[in-house]
Every structure is written in structure tokens, then in C-alpha cells.
């Protein structure tokens, strides 16, 4: 078993808190998680968020770029793709 740590409940405003010990490596803001047990309660930390990358300000970076028309986009079909296009070929045909 590991270390053990002993924490006094105090009051901050209308809530209850409890005082986690600096050696135990946990972040200023991270979220923890308190899980109510039969023998008792378990706190466990949450991973952090995914970073997200804003790419709203890229549009402008290359104003020189223009997207392609249609006719110009050579992209091969998947072979889901094309076996769903004959599949519904072939049902118009029958039907």
C-alpha cells in the first residue's frame, strides 16, 4: 500500500474543503473526482482537457489562395463509395 496522508476539513464560504498535500503532485486547477464507496470515499484525478487548435485566423494567412472549382478536384473514389453508387444503380434499374 502507499503512502499515507492525513488532510483536515476546513470551512471556505458555504462549501467544505479539504487541503491536499503538496507532495502528492497535483496541479493548481485540476479537477479531481470524489466517488462515495461502502468503506468510505475515493478521489481520483481527471485527465486534463485535449488541447484544441483555434484555426479560425488561418483563412487569411494566403489570400492569395483560392479553393478549387470542382472540375479541378482529382480525388480517387473510395471503394465504398463506388459500391454504394452501383448498389443504388442497379436498384433504380430494377425498380
Known amino acids: 500500500m502507499g503512502k499515507e496522508y492525513r488532510a483536515k476539513i476546513f470551512k471556505s464560504g458555504n462549501s467544505l474543503a ?4 503538496k507532495e502528492l503532485g497535483l496541479k493548481e486547477g485540476s479537477t479531481m473526482t470524489l466517488r462515495e464507496e461502502q468503506s468510505g ?47 443504388a444503380e442497379a436498384a433504380a434499374k430494377k425498380g
Open 18 to 21: 479539504l487541503r491536499l498535500p
Open 41 to 87: 470515499y475515493r478521489l481520483e484525478a481527471e485527465p486534463p482537457p485535449r488541447k484544441t487548435i483555434d484555426v479560425s485566423g488561418f483563412a487569411g494567412k494566403a489570400p492569395w489562395l483560392k479553393p478549387l472549382p470542382p472540375e479541378l478536384r482529382e480525388f480517387e473514389e473510395r471503394p465504398s463509395t463506388i459500391a454504394a453508387r452501383k448498389a
